[in-house]
């Protein structure tokens, strides 16, 4: 009778210890997709390198530094954008995954993806608009690392189809299609940095740059 006690509380000793390794993986693992979830990406910095008035009109341009980080957080090489205003906006499309994905941590749909297609200023019925990228081809920075471009040149490719028809989107999991053009305006001795939330759009930070960089013309 004793050894059957014996052998009745032993199990019940492991039984204990299974639920409350269960409830700590369970734990971890909820952790985790909440923290996919909440999680972001710098995908650009922004910094003002020039304000020039114009003695003849006394309108300022401003002159924008715009880099770009690839999906291994490596800088493109910089673009210097002009504009005749300061209130500055990025185009771009973006699709975001729906969020069992995302939770996962999914190689190909673990977050939202995005290109940068535009930078551009309006100032009533004039526009100044630069180019980024082109949406006929998938630039070398937005590819998956290590992984077929096959997947993202055909996502970009039906862009519109993922956007406008519902059911071609929930085929390949994705949550929504859209253009989205985040903005602020930009003024020296500011920091921007443009990032992309894993379950939603873009949006852009700003911080003062530190004060150790302030007067200072630093060359590369």
Known sequence: MARIRNLFFILL?????????SRHFANQRLEKAIERLSADSRIAEILVTQVKTDPKTRKARTTIKFLEYDTRQRPLAPRYFAFSGNTIQLQSLVMRFDDFYVKKGHP????SAYIFMKAFSLNGSQAEVYEINN???VPSGYKTEGKDSAFDNALWKRFWDYALKPDEAKRMGIKNAQIEAPGTRFIPGMLYTVKIEHDGGMRIDARPLPGILKGE????
């Open 13 to 21: 000793l492991f039984a204990a210890a299974f639920f409350i390794l």
């Open 135 to 137: 949406m006929s081809e």
């Open 217 to 220: 013309k630093i060359n590369f």
């Open 108 to 111: 190909l749909k673990g977050r």
